[in-house]
């Protein structure tokens, strides 16, 4: 109770420290939004579109016919295959076999902008890779990435493991039945040779992200990291049997991986790590560099990736009688 | 002696300063008793150029109830205000760590108390300054956008003198005297922040309870020291000492009962331990081989320094067994100058040349990686008097070598100054400024993590241009008006771009740090009316102020600090023999922030704010009214004390000095801003007495 006067009289300063200016100069219309990565070593390239609102407008429908997406490579056109409606927009698909060097452009053509943007298609990273089961539903993927010399610059890479679950059924007649179901799974990474100091660990390296069909975690590499640099990726796999469709026939399930690594320019990076700090930025106390993307009148990224990954890699411990 | 006696300081540029021995007090003055010395300063000559004395910087703007002299200069035209809550300089389009600060000759590198909030610089134990923010003599070099040359104070060789001040947040004592008569005097001046005080029995009031035992604590203190020795007519000798200190602790310890194969008895704690500050060091021997040829030789060593400390121990229990777990970061970064320098003054007829050198070396002391440069001055100047036109040209050549190459880099300065008539003259200036230190920070507040490097080939240093055209109009004894328009250009100014954190790197090869230019240009206008009652001010500023940075925007934008128009309205007036009260007003257009306009949703993501280009947003205008008054009074022991009153901000305006984005909980999606300003009427109150 003794505290209560102290906590009104700051209560009541905070609260007279308070005021609730006007935005100033706010568009009233929504630009486009979109990311799309092409990338060497895939078959695809995903598009994803939304409609961004000013942030003093609450959310409402968009109509889409006013918008048209063309991609090019090493200037022949590429069609989209296929595009779907999401909840929040449009996600297009067209089949690409990039490799380093392809010019890879887009143009956008929405009501108001023809929006033009080019790439290039960066090398592919190398790296090793060894793996082993820790416990036993646990992997432990160990990967030495091998990074060019740093001459004062950083390095910015991705990587991810795709997992897919197999189930195999074999019928007593000697038939069998084979489905591949991609999987999300649960990762950790983390560096090989951990640090123990405050500021290693209050900065996170790797950065989960989620764009335009792809998931990764991405990191830079200084010059005072290790080169070749290791680090680790920790999953849980699944070997069992999930089901008897016919009392003699179980359906073995085994979850198979696939490792991607990726390697982005710094632009890509910065867009993707997501590291604007907006309270900090608001508050005009950091410089305001804020990841908006390449492309002007428009928000969002088109960026060209380099990719290298295994082939699905069969499950460590297969389930089998 | 009744009256005054006018020692008028007007021979040249160069000479303020360095004024002939022969010249000055003591032995051509020791037979008055008392005497008021006014000095015409060189405002007609040189364009940019402010001088405060002792009363200005004394009844200049306050920082939370402590007078400031950073807080005076951010009110003259030409400067921006900053953040409300910094003390920090941004002059002419400058960021901040652009100007030379100058104690005595000696370069100072930490400036501000509390993390920019108030300045390190004791009003009690400053005599004067020179402020200079467009036409820099040859003699300054090392910073861009401006240099406020410190003159402290000297023991008076006749008499001990003394002041002492109390107020809210901080005590002042200075004291000053002669040891031998007109041979050898002292001065001491104290300054300490008392918050800690009250802090440090609150929390053993507090912890005496038991459980938690917290305590936290912040002082700081300035330290002045000099010692002036007279031998003769035509030497002195003077020795001085600056030490300014911040000190911020924080601790924690909890005692915890944890459970596992057995009961364990622990205690987890955490502690915060940050002090940073300015140690300066000088030995100065000023000579006159005649009237005409001042010498002035200044051996200094200035170390600012920082140190942080961080660590946590916590106890846990795995696998039934106690495991401590400890974290621990510290960090420091030290900036240590070791300089000499030597100037020589010779007046012939009509030319005034002025010629010297300095010297300097630095090292960059971070745990992590080290640092050390040497750099070397040399100048020229003349200044030519032809009856109404005056004209200064000289050059400064720097050389600076760093641990991959050497950097020569020559500065060539020019001054035009005409005199029509008796009551207009005109000015203009044209300098070249190189600056090789970069402050290296993350965060735009001083803080004890940012640090000094020096220019690499990745960070080469950074160079500006100005022109400035001025003028000076005194229609009557009374009213004076001056201004300026200027332009300025920079080139390879540096700024962060990695992850919001408080630990930049140290290294300055590091890609994080970019580099950019900048412009700025502008009008600065000043108005002064004066009567032997009050004295009414007026300093306008027209400003553009613009930043290149390719890696963050393709494009120029307008800068944080891009105040398009900036006022301040002084009124000081003497009531009567012992009331006086001053009035000021500021006003200046809002400060630019970067503010998202669009939000998108992402699937699989959530919201992602967006933004169209850096510094999109102008904040409301800034706009407060100050008030104070002075209730002068003898004590029985006949010395003169003061009590002094404050208000600051008084109509209560609501200043955002930050806005943020809140999600609407009526309306979930919409977002709108919510600003937050410091306290409204923030009162203060002084004692000083004078003895």
């Known amino acids: 109770m003794r505290a209560l006067p102290i906590s009104v009289l700051l209560l009541g300063l905070v609260i007279g420290c308070e005021s609730y200016p006007n935005y100033p100069n706010m568009s009233t219309k929504g630009k486009l939004y979109l990311e799309c990565f092409p990338c060497s070593g895939t078959d695809s390239t995903i598009l994803t579109v939304s409609r961004a609102r000013p942030v003093n407008q609450s959310k409402r429908e968009t109509s889409w016919d006013d918008v048209l997406f063309e991609l090019n490579v090493n200037g022949s056109p590429i069609n989209w295959e296929s595009c779907k409606n999401t909840s929040n927009g449009l996600r297009y698909s067209a089949s690409t076999d990039l490799t380093r060097g392809d010019i890879v452009a887009l143009t956008v053509h929405d009501s108001d902008n023809i929006v033009h943007v080019e790439s290039s298609v960066p090398e592919s990273p190398a790296f090793t890779y060894s793996r082993e089961m820790t416990q036993e539903w646990l992997e432990r993927y160990h990967i030495i990435l091998e990074t060019t010399p740093f001459a004062g610059g950083a390095q910015f890479y991705g990587a991810f493991l795709e997992a897919r679950n197999h189930y195999l059924t074999k019928y007593p007649d000697g038939r069998t039945e084979e489905e591949y179901i991609p999987i999300s799974v649960e990762i950790e990474i983390s560096e090989t040779a951990k640090g123990t100091s405050f500021s290693e660990l209050v900065e996170e390296r790797f950065h989960r992200i989620s764009a335009a069909g792809k998931e990764m975690f991405v990191f830079s590499l200084g010059k005072d990291d290790p080169s070749p640099y290791e680090f680790d990726i920790m999953t849980a796999s699944t070997h069992e049997i999930v089901e008897w469709p016919h009392p003699d026939a179980p359906t073995y399930r085994n979850t198979q991986f696939r490792l991607v690594v990726y390697k982005l320019n710094q632009r890509a990076y910065r867009f993707l790590s997501d590291l604007d700090n907006p309270v900090m930025i608001g508050a005009g106390l950091v410089p305001p560099f804020v990841a908006n993307g390449n492309m002007k009148d428009i928000y969002g990224m088109f960026e060209s990736l380099g990719q290298s990954s295994t082939e699905w890699l069969p499950a460590l411990i297969v389930y089998k009688e | 002696m009744k009256g005054s006696l006018a020692l008028c300081i007007s021979v040249c540029f160069f000479c303020q300063g360095l004024v002939p021995l ?216 003077s020795v001085r000492l600056y030490q300014g200190r911040d000190r911020a602790r924080y601790a924690m310890s909890v005692e915890n009962k944890l459970y596992g194969k057995e009961v364990f008895r622990v205690k987890d704690s955490q502690k915060l331990n940050m002090a940073w500050g300015n140690l300066a060091v000088s030995s100065e021997w000023k000579h006159s081989f005649s009237e005409h040829a001042p010498l002035q030789v ?102 600076y070598r760093y641990d991959g190459g050497v950097y020569f880099k020559p500065q060539p300065r020019a001054m035009v100054s005409y005199k029509v008539g008796n009551r207009l003259s005109l000015n203009s200036s044209f300098t070249h400024t190189v600056q090789f230190d970069h402050l290296l920070c993350s965060v735009f507040l001083d803080l004890p993590t940012n640090r000094w490097a020096p220019s690499s080939k990745e960070l080469p240093p950074s160079e500006a241009n100005q022109i400035a055209i001025g003028w000076d109009y005194n229609p009557s004894s009374r009213l004076g008006i001056n201004g300026e328009l200027y332009y300025k250009s920079m080139d390879n100014l540096v700024m962060y771009k990695g992850e919001s954190t408080l630990f930049p790197p140290s290294d300055n090869g590091n890609n994080d740090f970019v580099c950019g230019k900048g412009r700025a240009y502008g009008m600065d206008l000043e108005g002064h009316y004066r009567t032997p009652r009050f004295e009414t001010s007026i300093y306008y500023t027209l400003s553009w102020t613009e930043r290149y940075y390719p890696d963050l925007y393709p494009y120029w934008f307008y800068d944080r600090f891009d105040n398009r128009h900036k006022i301040t309205i002084k009124h000081n007036h003497q009531i009567n023999r012992r009331v ?112």
């Open chain 2, 22 to 237: 022969s010249a000055q007090p003591p032995a051509k003055v020791d037979t008055i008793s008392a005497s008021v010395i006014t000095a015409d300063n060189d405002r007609p000559m040189i364009s940019g150029l402010t001088t405060l004395d002792e009363t200005k910087i004394r009844s200049g703007l306050s920082a939370l109830g402590v007078s400031d002299v950073l807080r005076t200069l951010k009110s003259l035209s030409g400067v921006a205000s900053g953040m409300e809550i910094s003390s920090g300089l941004y002059v002419h389009g400058g960021d901040g760590s652009d100007n030379l600060f100058l104690l005595d000759g000696v370069p100072l590198f930490q400036v501000a108390h509390l993390g920019g909030m108030y300045s390190s610089f004791n009003t009690d134990a400053i005599q004067s300054l020179d402020f200079y923010k467009s036409g820099f003599p040859p003699r300054y070099g090392g910073r861009l956008s401006s240099v406020v040359d410190f003159c402290s104070k000297m023991g008076d060789d006749q008499s001990q003198h003394g002041i002492f001040s109390l107020g809210l947040l901080d005590g002042h004592l200075a004291i000053g005297g002669p040891i031998i008569k007109n041979k050898l005097s002292y001065f001491a001046g104290l300054r300490r922040s008392w918050a800690d005080l009250v802090t440090t029995p609150y929390f053993i009031i507090n912890n005496s309870r038991g459980g938690k035992q917290e305590s936290w604590s912040y002082h700081m203190h300035d330290l002045n020291l000099g010692l002036t020795w007279t031998p003769n007519l035509n030497d002195r000798f």
């Open chain 2, 298 to 399: 200044l051996i200094y060593y200035s170390r600012g320094s920082s140190n942080l400390y961080n660590g946590s121990t916590e106890h846990r229990i795995e696998d039934n067994d106690l495991v401590k777990h400890s974290a621990s970061e510290q960090t420091s970064g030290d900036v240590a100058l070791l300089g000499a320098s030597i100037r020589q003054a010779l007046y012939l007829n009509r030319h005034r040349l002025g010629f010297g050198a300095d010297f300097h070396n630095t090292g960059y002391l971070n745990p992590d990686i080290r640092y050390y440069a040497n750099g070397a001055g040399l100048y020229a100047e003349d200044k030519y008097c032809l009856d109404a036109l005056q004209v200064l040209f000289g050059i400064r050549m720097d050389a």
């Open chain 2, 580 to 691: 006086s009260v001053n009035v000021s007003w500021e006003y200046h257009t809002g400060n630019r922030v970067t503010l998202p306009e669009q939000v998108v949703d992402i699937d699989g993501v959530g919201i992602k704010f967006l933004y169209s280009s850096p510094y999109n947003m102008k904040m409301p205008d800034w706009h407060c009214l100050n008030l104070g008054c002075q209730v002068s009074r003898k004590t029985k022991k006949g010395h003169d004390a003061f009590w002094t009153f404050g208000l600051y901000n008084a109509y209560a305006r609501k200043n955002p000095i930050m806005i943020r984005l809140i999600d609407s909980e009526d309306k979930p999606g919409e977002f709108y801003l919510i600003g937050y300003s410091l306290p409204p009427f923030i009162p203060s109150v002084s004692y000083t007495i004078k003895f």
